[in-house]
């Protein structure tokens, strides 16, 4: 069965500091990857996706993720983070090419940005 | 446009009460789905709908009753529900292929509460 790991369930980070929040998966095959945001109370918000191709994605709001298929590993990074960035982050799984249409989440990773 | 919207945003209702949470689109996507989702936990899959049929359902109670009347719209009827099924619903919706379907966009959801 599909699994995906957020080690970290909650980062804390100085506003204008770097993020990389971790993501790990486990499928058979090459799935396909995306990261969400998730402000309180709010709907989930597509940051990047990853289908093929170029193992480095770029995404909305100055975030971006690298796949690494020998690592199984799609990990999310900002290089300077705003406050605006404080949210829970889910990565989250779905089988590629011909698959179901189920997703599977991460447990989520809460970020939190100091001033 | 790249919106999914739901209606009501909040719902508070009687354990004997009958309600309908409503989730529309126009984006053409021909996948449709019901999540819930509870405090500081990932969104869980309730119902999956393909082409208006219901594809995949993960042994959700019968309280719950999908409709997919039309291919823009999915409705949620709720009847005799519990303390315990307050949460957060969130419909989504993604374009499909021939070979699967691409990213799922999210609804802002209907936060709901049983008394």
């Known amino acids: 069965a599909q699994s995906v790991t957020q080690p970290d369930i909650h980062i804390t980070v100085s506003e204008g500091a770097s993020l990389e929040l971790r993501c790990n998966y486990s499928?058979?095959?090459?799935?396909?990857l995306f990261w969400y945001v998730q402000s309180p109370g709010q709907g989930l918000q597509l940051l990047l996706k990853?289908?093929?191709?170029?193992?480095l994605v770029q995404g909305i709001k100055g975030f971006e993720a690298e796949f690494k298929r020998s690592q199984s590993s799609f990990n999310l990074r900002k290089p300077s983070v705003h406050w605006s960035d404080a949210a829970e982050y889910f990565c989250?799984?779905?089988?590629?090419?011909?698959?179901?249409?189920?997703?599977?989440f991460g447990k989520g990773t809460k970020l939190t940005v100091n001033p | 446009d790249t919106e999914v919207t739901q209606t009501p945003k909040h719902l508070v209702m009687g354990m004997t009460n009958k309600k309908s949470l409503k989730c529309e689109q126009h984006?053409?996507?021909?996948?449709m789905y019901w999540y819930k989702q509870k405090a500081k936990k990932p969104p869980e899959l309730m119902f999956v709908?393909?082409?208006?049929?219901?594809?995949i359902n993960e042994s959700v109670p019968s309280r719950f009753s999908p409709e997919c009347p039309n291919s823009s719209l999915l409705n949620l009827h709720l009847h005799a529900l519990q303390p315990e099924d307050s949460a957060l619903y969130l419909c989504?919706?993604?374009?499909?292929?021939?070979?699967?379907?691409?990213?799922?966009?999210f609804g802002q959801g209907t936060r709901l509460t049983v008394v």
């Open positions: 989504a919706s993604s374009r499909k292929t021939g070979s699967g379907n691409t990213e799922a966009f």
């Open positions: 499928y058979g095959a090459t799935p396909y």
């Open positions: 990853y289908f093929s191709g170029d193992t």
């Open positions: 989250a799984v779905a089988p590629g090419q011909g698959g179901s249409e189920k997703l599977v």
């Open positions: 984006m053409g996507h021909r996948a």
């Open positions: 709908y393909s082409y208006e049929k219901l594809s």
